[in-house]
Every structure is written in structure tokens, then in C-alpha cells.
Nanobody, 119 residues
Framework: QVQLVESGGGLVQAGGSLRLSCAAS????????MGWFRQAPGKERQYVAS????????YYADSVKGRFTISRDNAKNTVYLQMNSLKPEDTAVYYC????????????WGQGTQVTVSS
């Protein structure tokens, strides 16, 4: 099992940047692929990005490609989501997830962190 805690959300103007962090407990962090998902009010949870166990491979939703960057530091048991050129439509609760598949890791979830982008 792994416990995930997100941080770094907040309010930012359109065009601005935020960096989300997700700290994982346990010694098995490097065994899991990690990902970020988001859920806007009244909408279903949506895949954002994911990264393989070693960090060699990254994947992105088309809506964030070129603006967001996922990375991980296995020594710190932490995965990051650098978000640049933010848009109002990026407003959502962002969730960190861990799992077996690097395409859609979804076995374990954090509690979420709110990101609000004002126009």
C-alpha cells in the first residue's frame, strides 16, 4: 500500500504557473507508475499525465501537452506536475495516483488539491 498527499494548489491568473507535488509514504514508491488526474465541478475525473516507474517515459493528455510537465524523484518519494500557461479551463481538483500501468495508474489516490485559474 502507498499513501499519497498532494500539495501546491492555489489561485493563479491565466498564463501563470503552479507546481504540484505528491509525497508518497512507504519504501515502494519506485515500484509504482505515477499519474495526475483532475476533476472539475460537475464533470468526470479526467486523466492529465503519467510517468513510468523510472521516469524514463511520460504521457500527457492532449489538452495539457506542451504546457504541463510530470516528473518524479524516487529518492524523495515525490512526483511533481509543473503547470505553465495555465488557462481557466484547467481549474479543477487535481489528484495524484499510483498504480501498475504507466498509461493510467489508478490503484491508489491522494485526497486532491484545488487549482483555480482566474481569467
Amino acid at each position: 500500500q502507498v499513501q499519497l498527499v498532494e500539495s501546491g494548489g492555489g489561485l493563479v491568473q491565466a498564463g501563470g504557473s503552479l507546481r504540484l507535488s505528491c509525497a508518497a509514504s512507504g519504501r515502494t514508491f519506485s515500484l509504482y507508475a505515477m499519474g495526475w488526474f483532475r476533476q472539475a465541478p460537475g464533470k468526470e475525473r479526467q486523466y492529465v499525465a503519467s510517468i513510468s516507474r523510472t521516469g524514463d517515459n511520460t504521457y500527457y493528455a492532449d489538452s495539457v501537452k506542451g504546457r504541463f510537465t510530470i516528473s518524479r524523484d524516487n529518492a524523495k518519494n515525490t512526483v511533481y506536475l509543473q503547470m505553465n500557461s495555465l488557462k481557466p479551463e484547467d481549474t479543477a481538483v487535481y489528484y495524484c495516483a499510483a498504480g501498475v500501468s504507466a498509461f493510467r495508474p489508478s490503484s491508489y489516490w491522494g485526497q486532491g488539491t484545488q487549482v483555480t485559474v482566474s481569467s
